[in-house]
């Protein structure tokens, strides 16, 4: 049976993940964190795409900055981050196939899939020169459309990642016993069903479990929506059969390999946002990406779990429009 993680102990696990220490970090101020508006004012749109169609939010004017989430989310997710960067560009952030507003076409929902739908949405939208903003797997789509398409994409900004360093992993003992153990479950096929498909874990309690704020009935709605069936909720349960452990899938093993390589010599302008104390990025792995990356630029944002956008937006937000209007 999958035990129940608690928020700590999810927390504590990653930490193992992440590389050891070699610079202090300042711990964020606790001040009263402002009220997030849980409601979306930014207008929703549909193109064809393949078989299926794709949901979007747009809004501005400019040159292309494209935002993509990950697992269990959608594009709701950034849309109190958009408006600091629509003041000045066209921002789209589209909801990947399968979730958020988007079609249900018949496939597996792994990675391979959510890259052919994207490459087909961006081709459909007509998109150039474009600025990436990825989230979970949001931002390992977005740093493979980079290194396949290096020509398109000017910029990428990335945060809590499903990147190196946390993976891949050598083992589910090397992800510790609270971290390893839900993997493992979340894998099996049939408790993997069960806490996944049947019980909308992602939904219902990882979400919202990685978020330091409450979330209010608004939210709750519209990121269960999408997944109130539970045939829909197979990308949900996709993704963490993606994440590369024990050398499997060896298709993620590959993907992952190739991202840090293009990492190491991609010349373009890069930005981390990071938060305290994280989860996939904590600050000890920030060191990690600056000795990496040459052109990076790191912004640290302040209190936030993994779903920071839902704690920190305005920070996000200023970072990223700071951070285009020098680069």
């Known amino acids: 049976m999958l035990k129940t993680l608690t928020r700590a102990a999810f ?115 007509g998109l150039e020169r474009i600025t990436l903003v990825g989230h979970d797997w949001g931002a390992a789509l977005a740093w493979d459309f980079a290194r396949r ?44 069903h069960r806490t996944i498909m049947e019980n909308n874990k992602f939904v219902e309690q990882i979400l919202p479990m990685m978020i330091n704020r409450p979330l209010g009935d608004m939210a709750r709605s519209e990121y269960g929506l999408p997944y109130r069936q539970v045939e829909d909720r197979l990308p949900t349960w996709a993704w963490p059969r993606e994440v590369p452990i024990e050398g499997e899938p060896a298709s993620s093993v590959t993907l992952m390999t190739d991202i840090q390589s293009f990492m190491a010599e991609t010349r373009m302008p890069v930005l981390l946002a990071y938060a305290e104390p994280g989860v996939l990025v904590p600050p000890l792995a920030v060191p990690f990406y600056t000795g990496l990356i040459q052109n990076l630029e ?24 700071d951070w285009l209007r020098r680069k």
């Open 11 to 125: 927390v504590a696990s990653t930490s193992l993940m992440a590389p050891q220490p070699t610079i202090a970090q300042d711990v964020a101020h606790k001040l009263p964190a402002p009220p997030i508006n849980e409601e979306l004012s930014i207008p929703r749109h549909e193109i064809a795409v393949l078989d299926s169609t794709m949901s979007y939010l747009e809004q501005g004017e400019g040159e292309v900055v494209l935002f993509l989430h990950g697992n269990p989310s959608a594009a709701y997710l950034w849309r109190n981050v958009m408006p600091f960067v629509s003041e000045n560009h066209r921002t789209i952030a589209v909801d990947l196939i399968g979730m958020g507003h988007s079609g249900k076409p018949d496939i597996e929902y792994r990675f391979a899939d959510h890259a052919r739908y994207l490459d087909a949405f961006v081709e459909a939208m």
């Open 298 to 321: 790191t912004a640290f944002v302040g209190q936030g779990l993994h779903f920071i956008q839902e704690d920190q937006p305005v920070a996000i937000g200023r970072a990223l429009a």
């Open 149 to 192: 398409h290096p020509d398109e994409v000017v910029r990428l900004a990335f945060m809590e990642g499903v990147l190196p360093p946390a993976f891949p992993q050598p083992s589910y003992e090397a992800m510790g016993e609270e971290m390893g153990g839900m993997f493992r479950a979340m894998r099996d096929p049939q408790e993997g």
